[in-house]
């Protein structure tokens, strides 16, 4: 048999395969292999030489792509029916996964006022993550394209202001601090020195190599934002969903 399937991303995968045969010139088992670039090798086999043989496999790639074929494993020739419209088939589900996330760890952070954003740190990165990357400070770098589940939180108290509450917003950036993502900014009216709880979720779709950033503001005055004394002040996850 012929015919190759790639796997372009890693994750994990579930291969259904069936092939209908009509005679084999193998004296035991028909017999068909699974085989992977990887090297597993997941082998199916019947006594029956004439009929319908199916059988699946598991495989986990972390580094695509992959390719993954249906072998003849019976160490014989095999022939399949002439009138079958189809001889074999395989199908292929996959369970690919990416998330991750970033923190602020700091104890306060200066913010000017301005309409326009700037930059949140968020040096700390999640304990576990899988297909996201890091390498752009502050940021989570998308490696696989698809639908994220992206959650925002902030927890901390202004000091500065004028009046008695201020506009303090927080919202996510793509590719620059330039437009936030729609339905994921959040301003809120914080009261000087009194701590301020609040969160943001959405479903976004990303591109794979789309930098996301937490963009804060405030407006009239300048302001410093205190953060707890331990723990995150100003979280940032994503999830793929699909």
Known sequence: MTGVITLNEAGHYVIEWWAVTQSTTANTATAFSLSSSLGDII???SPVKAGQLSGFGIVDVTAAPVTVTLTNATGGTIYFPSNAAVQAGMMVSGFTTAFGGRMSQISTFNVPGSVDPIEMP???????????????????????????????????????????????????YRNGLVTPESG????????????????VSNYV???????????????????????PVTGPGVTLMVQRVM
């Open 43 to 45: 082998q199916g086999m």
């Open 122 to 172: 968020l040096a700390v990165t999640a304990t576990e993550s899988v297909n996201v990357d890091y390498s752009v400070p502050n940021a989570i770098t998308i490696e696989q394209a698809g639908i994220y589940r992206v959650d925002i939180s902030f927890v901390g108290a202004i000091s500065g202001i004028g009046m008695p509450s201020q506009n303090f917003a927080i919202g996510l």
């Open 184 to 199: 994921l900014i959040q301003t809120v009216a914080m009261v000087e020195n009194q701590y301020t709880t609040f969160a």
């Open 205 to 227: 779709r990303f591109e794979q190599g789309d930098v996301l950033r937490l963009g804060v503001s405030t407006a009239p005055d300048d302001v410093t934002v205190f953060f």
